[in-house]
Structure formats: structure tokens, C-alpha cells
């Protein structure tokens, strides 16, 4: 993407050129469509005292929105050449209301199955569409940069949820708090309509959504820089969501810390990973290429994954919180030049490029924490399923540098 030469221009004139409008448009939705993809788990006690069902069957629900969120992957690439990037972000915050609505209004477990099988339908275009908006108008001395930036709205969404839903569940229930999420979704849909035009000209009406346009994404796969990523990317993923969703479990269980204190360490990952990733994208934009830095993630990833397998009682609390920054730094601030990464790859293709990323992303944070809980209770530890998560870590980051893997 970028060129190193002596006279870079000044970080102040690159800060200037980047897009901002278009920027903090797709940032929004992609913040409020994660805060709505982590609603239900944020009020679950709530909603299983309701309903009368499991807690943990309301947080297993995320699982199936990443799930219908791979074929929305799929399908996304057409319908943004066909109706238009703001035109697909708005389809994504359709399905985030819709979710609100037939969660709150719906009718016990079922209810809210539709109610994430909707909002799966829109969220896998987010990604998409939004890079589809940003390249063009992104001056590729920052184009990392930007798409970290804009990845941010992952993490914010699930910090949003965490801190504003359960404190409303409590005063006004939790179908209230989720009716609060509609008001600025529908808000940006409204707003989203104002650069439509300008922004979504390139639009062709024409264009298949359906048929065998859904498996063109996979036709980016015969080249093997794209099979060498989507390697690396399937890997990352599932091994940060194993990360993320084993933390608290082993920290109460195998150290011995209150649930608290272990939730206060998995924030300082979350917060790692949201301050990390526009440096990461800074990086592979002025000083390393992006694969390389996604290489240096991986060193990272396989790092963190060794000292998190070795945790024991007795474990200092500030040796666990140092190993979680550095695990939120590297699984948790990959995903900026990840798709960045996609999207340069793929050129003039960039929207299936992006398309094809994010299904192999939902892919592996889907089938990854399973295979590891299943590991870890057949090898009775910890330590050995980490290791191989290092291993597999590790073996990510040969291939993203191996020699022909890289555009430069």
C-alpha cells in the first residue's frame, strides 16, 4: 500500500487527509450494531430470571448471530454494488432494530432466536460495506490507520452494552434498556440518507446478489496471498474469542481470584485491544507492512497464550493483568489491518475481499471456543490446549511473511 521514502509527509498533513465524515458514519454504525449483537448477554441474569431459562443460553445466542452473520458475509459484496455501501449500513442497523423489536416484543426463547437470526442477516455486511465507503476515500499513507480506527467500534459497542444496559435493566426491565438501543439506530439510518447519494454513485442496479454471486468471495481464495491470510485470519480469531471466553472462567476456577477482580482483567484486555488498534494500523502504515504486522500479532498471540496456560494459584494479580494488555494488544487489535489487509488485496474486488474476511473471521470465532473447551476437558488442563494455540499462533505468522505473501 504505502512506499518508505526519507520525505514522509508530516503526521499532521496525514491526519488531515483522512475521511472523517465517512469515517465517523462507519464507525457508528459499526459500534451500534455490536452494542446490539452484545445486549442480550449484558442483561442474560435478567433475562433468564424472566423467562425461566439458562443464563448461558442467552449468551450462547452471540455464537448464533456470528453464525447467519458468515452467509450475510457472503451476500453483502452484492448488494453493495447493487444498491450502495450506505444503502447495505442502513440494511445493517434494520437488522439491529429489528432485533430490538422482536427480542423485546417477542414471545420467550423463540422470540429472541428470531430476534438474533435478524440481526445475523445485517451484521455480517457491516465490514463490507463500510470498507466499500472508505477506500475510495482513504489516501493510502493512512488507509491502515483508518480501518483500525473504524474496527474500533467493535470493542466500544461491547463496552456501551456492559455499562449502559444492566444498570436500566434494574430500573426499567430489560425489554425497556433494549428499547433504549432504538432511538439512535433509527437516528442514524435518518442520517445515513443525507450523503447517500454522493457516496453510494458508483452503485450498479444490475448487479447479482443471489445465486453464484454468493460464493464469489471463495474465488479470491485460488491466489495464495488470500489463502495464506484467511489461514492466519481463521486462527486469530478463534483463538482471541477462546481468549475472551475462557479469561474469567479459569481466573475464578484455576487461580483463585474473585469474579470481580477477574472481570476487571478482562476489561483491561478489552481496553488494551481498543487503544491498540489504531497504533497497529499507524504501524503498518509508516513503519512495517501489514504483514508483517499482523506477523508481529501473531509472535504476540502465541506469547500471551503460553503465560495464560501456565496460570496457577499464587499467580501475581499484576502478572495476569500484564499478560491480558499484552494478549488485548495482539488477539484483540488485529482485526484494523486484518481487513485492511483484505481490502488492499483485493483491489478493484475489494468489497468480496472484505466479504470473504469476515466469514472466515466469523468462522473461526465460531468453531474455535467449542474445539478448545472439548481439549481442555479431555486433557484435564490448561496448559496444553494454550500451547497449541501458540503453535497454531505461531504458525499463522510464518505464513503471512513467508517469502511471495506480501504485496511489497
Do not use: K
Not at 500484564?322 to 494488544?329: E, R, T, W
Amino acid at each position: 500500500m504505502t512506499t518508505h521514502t526519507p520525505n514522509r509527509p508530516s503526521t499532521v498533513s496525514l491526519l488531515r487527509s483522512m475521511p472523517m465524515w465517512p469515517l465517523t458514519a462507519t464507525l457508528a454504525v459499526q459500534t451500534l450494531a455490536t452494542m446490539t449483537l452484545y445486549s442480550l448477554p449484558a442483561v442474560a441474569p435478567e433475562v433468564a430470571r424472566d423467562l425461566h431459562v439458562p443464563g448461558t443460553l442467552v449468551g450462547s445466542f452471540v455464537a448464533m448471530a456470528y453464525g447467519v452473520g458468515i452467509v450475510s458475509a457472503l451476500i453483502s459484496p452484492g448488494m453493495v454494488r447493487r444498491y450502495g455501501g450506505v444503502r447495505a449500513t442502513q440494511a445493517v442497523l434494520l437488522g439491529a432494530a429489528g432485533m430490538v423489536l422482536f427480542a423485546t416484543f417477542g414471545s420467550g426463547v423463540g422470540g429472541l432466536a428470531l430476534a438474533v437470526f435478524v440481526l445475523g442477516l445485517g451484521y455480517g455486511a457491516a465490514a463490507p460495506a463500510s470498507t466499500h465507503l472508505l477506500v475510495p476515500q482513504t489516501p493510502q499513507p493512512v488507509f491502515n490507520l483508518v480501518m483500525s480506527l473504524r474496527q474500533i467500534g467493535v470493542p466500544l459497542g461491547g463496552v456501551l452494552a456492559a455499562l449502559i444496559l444492566p444498570p436500566l435493566s434494574l430500573v426499567i426491565g430489560w425489554r425497556g434498556a433494549l428499547l433504549t438501543e432504538l432511538l439512535p439506530i433509527l437516528a442514524l439510518i435518518v442520517a445515513m440518507q443525507i450523503p447517500r447519494n454522493r457516496w453510494d454513485a458508483d452503485r450498479e442496479p444490475g448487479r447479482r446478489v443471489f445465486g453464484r454471486a454468493l460464493l464469489q468471495p471463495f474465488s479470491l481464495l485460488r491466489e495464495s496471498r488470500f489463502r495464506r491470510l484467511s489461514v492466519a485470519a481463521f486462527i486469530y480469531a478463534g483463538l482471541a474469542l477462546c481468549l475472551i471466553a475462557f479469561m474469567t472462567v479459569q481466573l475464578t476456577t484455576v487461580v483463585g481470584l474473585p469474579l470481580v477482580q477477574a472481570g476487571q482483567i478482562l476489561a483491561a484486555y478489552q481496553i488494551a485491544g481498543s487503544v491498540s488498534r489504531p497504533i497497529w494500523g499507524w504501524i503498518a502504515d509508516r513503519w512495517l507492512t501489514p504483514a508483517q504486522t499482523l506477523a508481529v500479532h501473531g509472535v504476540g498471540m502465541a506469547a500471551a497464550s503460553v503465560l495464560t496456560g501456565l496460570y496457577a494459584p499464587g499467580w501475581p494479580v499484576w502478572a495476569i493483568t500484564a499478560n491480558a494488555i499484552l494478549a488485548g494488544c495482539t488477539a484483540g487489535g488485529y482485526t484494523g489491518v486484518g481487513y485492511a489487509e483484505y481490502a488492499a488485496l483485493g483491489g478493484a474486488r475489494r468489497t468480496e475481499a472484505t466479504g470473504l474476511g469476515t466469514a472466515i473471521f466469523f468462522a473461526g470465532g465460531m468453531a474455535a471456543p467449542p474445539i478448545f473447551g472439548a481439549a481442555v476437558t479431555a486433557l484435564g488442563g490448561y496448559f496444553d490446549t494454550y500451547l497449541a494455540g501458540a503453535a497454531c499462533a505461531l504458525f499463522s505468522a510464518t505464513l503471512l511473511v513467508w517469502p511471495g505473501s506480501s504485496r511489497r
